[in-house]
């Protein structure tokens, strides 16, 4: 069921929430699959409906800056920098959980994903469930597990079916999911790149970011976090990740064979592979966006509509080693995994 941003749906939607029920919630990222975080029956709704490990934690959506002590037992100078600059926005926060509070979304952890999302339609949701005593939402992305995350209604009606109770905030703003921060170690460390970019991070907050791999030599282990597992945001078909050179050879190996193949490019174009060879029918070739934040604003429908189209394999360019691509870069490794 469908329900549009009206302040009485918005209404109907904090009261479901309230009740128990899951939720289709617009973000600026993906949409979620939503839940009242507090609720630890509704939030094992999700993981069943998801299909998701029980200890895979959630991200606990909020309205603003004053939820945070609800959930976190402490939060470090330079974690309330970044909820400063970044907040509303893209940016999930992993805090030390208070005791006692949502262990159901955190997988267990003593840890807590948070974020305070900028889409208006959250916002408005969120505030209207804190007004019922609804002090936090959990929302991973509204997809079977491991799948390609929706970024419209249609993609989350076909993932989890028509019944579901959906608050229709449009196509997705950003498209990928968020950068995600580990704030208990000390450090900032990187779990997942998103649209906000590590540099930007530590101009924020004034230190270096540390990968998770830095943890190692110190023997310690970053807490598990959402979209951070090798293999994820997956279609059926086959993604293969080639350069340029790659996907051009491959591509003229193919030609005549009949393969079932799209193509996501971003330097070649068809012209450059194709003059000749009378490449089967098959083929699908789309374009890739010369901008990083256009690429992620469409990669997960793309990714959906080549699936659709049956072919067996996705052979994508491989984007650059820039910053400003390595949430795209993330998405598309793990999707290729």
């Not at 929430?17 to 975080?37: F, I, K």
């Not at 507090?38 to 998801?50: E, G, L, S």
């Not at 174009?269 to 699908?284: R, S």
Request: charged share 15%; aromatic share 4%.
């Amino acid at each position: 069921m469908i329900l549009s941003a009206k302040e009485a749906h918005i209404a109907q939607a904090a009261q479901a929430l309230r009740d128990g029920q899951l939720l289709g919630l617009p973000t600026e990222t993906v949409y979620g699959l939503a839940a009242n975080a507090c609720d630890d029956a509704a939030v094992a709704k999700i993981f069943a409906a998801k299909g998701r490990p029980a200890d895979h934690p959630l991200i606990v959506h909020v309205a603003s800056v004053a939820q945070v002590p609800l959930f976190a037992a402490q939060v470090p100078e330079f974690a309330h920098r970044l909820m400063a600059t970044f907040w509303p926005g893209p940016l999930t926060l992993i805090l030390p959980r208070l005791s006692g509070v949502a262990a159901a979304s955190a997988g267990g952890q003593d840890s807590i994903g948070l974020r305070c999302p900028s889409h208006p339609v959250a916002q408005a949701l969120l505030k209207a469930a804190w007004v019922l005593g609804v002090e936090g939402v959990s929302a991973p992305s509204a997809n079977r597990f491991g799948r390609v995350s929706p970024t419209t209604v249609a993609h989350v009606q076909e993932e989890l079916g028509a019944e579901l109770l959906i608050l229709d905030g449009g196509e997705c703003d950003v498209g990928i999911e968020s950068t995600i921060i580990d704030c208990t170690r000390g450090e900032p460390v990187l779990l997942r790149p998103g649209q906000i970019t590590r540099a930007q991070i530590e101009t924020a907050c004034g230190r270096s970011v540390l990968q998770p791999q830095d943890l190692a030599a110190t023997k310690q282990t970053a807490p598990r976090a959402s979209g951070t597992l090798a293999s994820h945001y997956a279609p059926r078909a086959r993604v293969r990740l080639l350069s340029a050179p790659a996907l051009q050879a491959g591509l003229r190996d193919a030609a005549g064979n009949g393969s079932a193949i799209a193509v996501y490019a971003r330097t070649l174009t068809p012209l450059d592979v194709l003059p000749g060879l009378g490449l089967a029918a098959a083929l699908q070739w789309r374009q890739m966006p010369p901008s990083a934040a256009a690429a992620a604003q469409q990669l997960f429908a793309l990714l959906r509509e080549l699936d659709r189209t049956g072919v067996a394999e996705i052979w994508v360019e491989t984007p650059p080693d820039t910053p400003d691509w390595a949430g795209v870069r993330d998405r598309l490794a793990r999707a290729a995994a």
